[in-house]
């Protein structure tokens, strides 16, 4: 074993080490999930096959270094005898743990180790001290993991940098990469894995324009969520690389889709043009298996015949949702509690009878705690009421993420019950849609693991006059394809598919055309329809 296998090795023990010391939530919070190697070495050779650093030397920074597994892949690959030299390699890194392994395992390397919070760190003013190769694994920090101080921090640091608003619910990796910027040299290349999410949700539309706009996007790389890179960390991921060159109009960006970044399933070449506005990156390349949905604006669309909403959230469904015996034992008053389906689990009908008072026929009887009076009230004329209430403030449960926010904590948003739910997340297999529809005859909410499906405009009329219809929609509903369905919803890793109320609205509603020329009402004047009645769809 040569001396570098030998570090290596220690590397992979050290980082077992420091990741059992952690629970779940802690490396969450700091966006703790390691590289593996192979990938670490794909993109090394991926960098040397596509000759980046031909005549240069390497100024190398990982902003999230953890324990080096990028600075390692470059020492594994030089040492193999290939002739990129590295001119200087620094790392940062806010966790002392990992910063203290990475400059015992590295410094004889030449890796320079910062201990510190990337974020909060000012880049050199030398311009010859920037690094031509920023390559990392930023940490994958949910937006609700960053405080609120830091959040506005840093959102003001993007608009004060590029003028760009970035949303409040972009993931810390949004910044890493933003602010990394003005850490590479002009010419120097980007290279970032970072989880897809970003190609399709409204969150990352400033990360896109920061591609198409500052910087050449050579290519993204995306990996099949059914492949799983990270057996700890359940993302979709990909891979961008960029060169710190303002696009031009000729820029054309390689989109690639599964396998390996060197040996890709499926391709695509885009111009900026196309991509630049495009909703959904994840579109390209158009080969892989997920369908372009038809954006033609005269299709019409669920949203032009229900309003969609997500069911609630509660804040804390253990507390809020029970069982209705459980409700009566506590003597909790009927007027605050609302029938609620159980999750899409544990319900096993697709259609959902209710008895004369509007409550569910389910074996799982559940109720949600809904009530928006002062507690004071609730003192003298509920005092059982009171009494739970205020064992959930024994249990802190008034200072959750959302309940600290509400006022009183206990209330809960209001919601009709809809007569037709969607799941909003689920997987698929080959012959499986990854969403079910639901018929929901009865009175009963949802949380928001479904999304609610309100008939709207002379469509709810049609409903209301006859009864028959809801049959035929929601087998209209089950018609929708598969492949429509997942092609306008997200796909996390492991095939895990999630569909919001706008993703779910933009879905072809063609299915259900047929009902509606069969009622006879002022529907086809509206445009859409008279559009589909002329034979423009
Ligand atoms: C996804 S891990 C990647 C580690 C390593 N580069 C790799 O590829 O295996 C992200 C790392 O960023 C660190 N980190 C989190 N927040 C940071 C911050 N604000 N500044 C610097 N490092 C941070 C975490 O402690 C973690 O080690």
């Known amino acids: 074993m040569g001396m570098y296998e030998i570090v290596e090795k220690k590397r992979l023990e050290l980082q077992n080490e420091l990741d059992l010391e952690k629970s779940q939530k802690e490396r969450n919070a700091l966006g703790q999930f390691a ?77 320079q180790v910062i201990t510190g919070d990337f974020t909060r760190i000012d880049p050199p003013q030398d311009n010859n001290e920037l690094a031509n190769l920023i390559l990392t694994n930023p940490p994958y920090v949910r937006h609700h993991h960053i405080d609120k101080d830091t959040k506005k921090r840093l959102v003001k640091l993007i608009k004060n940098k590029f003028g760009y608003s970035i949303n409040g619910l972009s993931g810390l990796y949004g910044y890493f990469l933003l602010l990394s910027h003005f850490w590479l040299r002009e010419g120097g290349y980007g290279i970032w894995l970072v989880p897809s999410e970003f190609m399709d949700v409204n969150y990352g539309k400033t990360l896109k324009q920061y591609l198409t706009e500052q910087v050449t996007l050579l290519h ?17 991921s990909a891979i961008v690389v960029f060169r710190k060159e303002k696009p031009t109009t000729d820029t054309k960006i390689l989109f690639t889709f599964g396998g390996s970044l ?5 391709e695509q070449i885009a111009s900026i043009e196309e991509i630049k506005n495009h909703p959904k990156w994840t579109h390209f390349p158009t080969s892989h298996t997920d369908p372009v949905p038809n954006y033609n604006n005269e299709t019409i669309r669920l949203k032009d015949l229900f309003k969609i909403k997500r069911g609630i959230a509660t804040g804390n469904n253990k507390f809020f949702i029970m069982d209705k015996r459980k409700a009566s034992a506590l003597s909790l008053p009927d007027e605050f509690l609302t029938p609620i389906l159980p999750g899409p689990r544990d319900l096993k009908e697709d259609i959902i009878e209710s008895d004369s008072e509007g409550n569910p026929l389910l074996n ?13 009230r609730i003192k003298t004329a509920y005092p059982e009421l009171y009494n739970y209430l205020k064992s959930g403030e024994l249990g802190g ?15 809960q948003e209001y919601r009709e019950p809809a007569p037709f739910l969607c799941t909003y997340m689920g997987r698929s297999s080959r012959d499986k849609r990854p969403f079910r529809f639901i018929w929901n005859k009865s009175k009963a909410i949802t949380a928001n693991v479904y999304l609610l499906l309100y008939p709207t405009g002379e469509f709810a009329r049609a409903l209301n006059k006859n009864h028959d219809l809801y049959k035929s929609v929601f087998e209209a509903l089950n018609r929708v394809e598969s492949e429509e369905l997942k092609g306008n919803g997200r796909v ?43 034979g423009n769809i």
């Open 35 to 111: 590289t593996p190697l192979r990938l670490a070495n794909d993109i090394i050779d991926y960098i040397l096959k596509n000759n980046f650093f031909v005549n240069e030397t390497i100024r190398f920074l990982d902003p999230a270094i953890g324990t080096g597994a990028f600075f390692s892949a470059i020492i594994n690959k030089s040492s193999n005898g290939n002739n990129s030299k590295i001119d200087s390699a620094m790392g940062i890194e806010i966790d002392v743990g990992f910063a203290e392994v990475s400059k015992k395992l590295w410094s004889d390397y030449g890796l």
């Open 220 to 236: 993204i790389h995306r990996f099949d969520p059914n492949e799983v890179q990270f057996g700890d960390a359940l993302v979709s």
């Open 262 to 266: 060197l040996g890709p399933g499926t």
């Open 364 to 376: 799982d009887q559940l109720v949600i705690l809904n009530c928006d009076i002062p507690e004071q």
């Open 397 to 411: 449960i008034n200072n959750g993420y959302l309940l600290r926010k509400r006022n009183p904590w206990y209330k």
């Open 492 to 534: 996390y890793g492991g095939g895990l598919h999630k569909i919001e109320p706008k993703e779910l609205g933009n879905i072809s509603a063609i299915n259900l055309l047929d009902i509606l020329s069969s009622i006879d009402f002022n529907i086809l004047n509206q445009t859409k329809l008279s559009n589909w009645s002329r």
